[in-house]
T-cell receptor, first 114, second 115 residues
Framework: AQSVSQHNHHVILSEAASLELGCNYS??????LFWYVQYPGQHLQLLLK??????LVKGIKGFEAEFIKSKFSFNLRKPSVQWSDTAEYFC????????????FGTGTRLKVLA | DTGVSQNPRHKITKRGQNVTFRCDPI?????LYWYRQTLGQGPEFLTY????????KSRLLSDRFSAERPKGSFSTLEIQRTEQGDSAMYLC?????????????FGSGTRLTVV
């Protein structure tokens, strides 16, 4: 069965620190990959997505993610976090056919200290 | 606001009662999804509509759950004979273009508490 693992459940960083959140998925076929973010009190928002092509994708607010097919990974990075990045981050995978339903990871709660 | 709208935002109900939630997707979006999220977990897929057709249902969606999208616009999710285990956030999302996956636009969710 398909699954998505996010290794870090809680991360605490100081402002200006670098961020890397891990995401690994289990699926043998072609996938689309996503990172969603949920700021406190807000709905889930799309941060970035990967369909094909350049495995390094850039999203909003300075975030980027790298798809490494051999490792089944899609890690999220940001060189310098801000207090406003405090949120919960979800990695998601969809297969490339049919319903495009997503399998989400359990999420990573990021707290950035000012 | 042209986003995905869900009502009500919160619902507290007694065990055994029926509840119905509504989702209004972005008007030009053909695809509509319902997910459920419990504490400490990511959203889990419940069901999917393409226009008015319900094309997939998760095994999570027991016989007590039913969803409709009668005219391919808004959708409703009904839970009959609620149980405490149904307590969760119910999320609706929509997406355009059946042939591609641009990612979802989520609503703010309906938080259900069964007491």
């Amino acid at each position: 069965a398909q699954s998505v693992s996010q290794h870090n459940h809680h991360v605490i960083l100081s402002e200006a620190a670098s961020l890397e959140l891990g995401c690994n998925y289990s699926y043998g076929g072609t996938v689309n990959l996503f990172w969603y973010v949920q700021y406190p009190g807000q709905h889930l928002q799309l941060l970035l997505k990967y369909f094909s092509g350049d495995p390094l994708v850039k999203g909003i607010k300075g975030f980027e993610a790298e798809f490494i097919k051999s490792k089944f990974s899609f890690n999220l990075r940001k060189p310098s976090v801000q207090w406003s990045d405090t949120a919960e981050y979800f990695c998601a995978v969809s297969t490339t056919s049919g319903t495009y339903k997503y399998i989400f990871g359990t999420g990573t709660r990021l707290k950035v200290l000012a | 606001d042209t986003g995905v709208s869900q009502n009500p935002r919160h619902k507290i109900t007694k065990r055994g009662q029926n509840v119905t939630f509504r989702c209004d997707p972005i008007s030009e979006h053909n695809r509509l999804y319902w997910y459920r999220q419990t504490l400490g977990q990511g959203p889990e897929f419940l069901t999917y509509f393409q226009n008015e057709a319900q094309l997939e249902k998760s095994r999570l969606l027991s016989d007590r759950f039913s969803a409709e999208r009668p005219k391919g616009s808004f959708s409703t999710l009904e839970i009959q004979r609620t149980e405490q285990g149904d307590s969760a956030m119910y999320l609706c999302a929509s997406s355009p273009n059946p042939g591609t996956d641009y990612g979802y636009t989520f609503g703010s969710g309906t938080r259900l508490t069964v007491v």
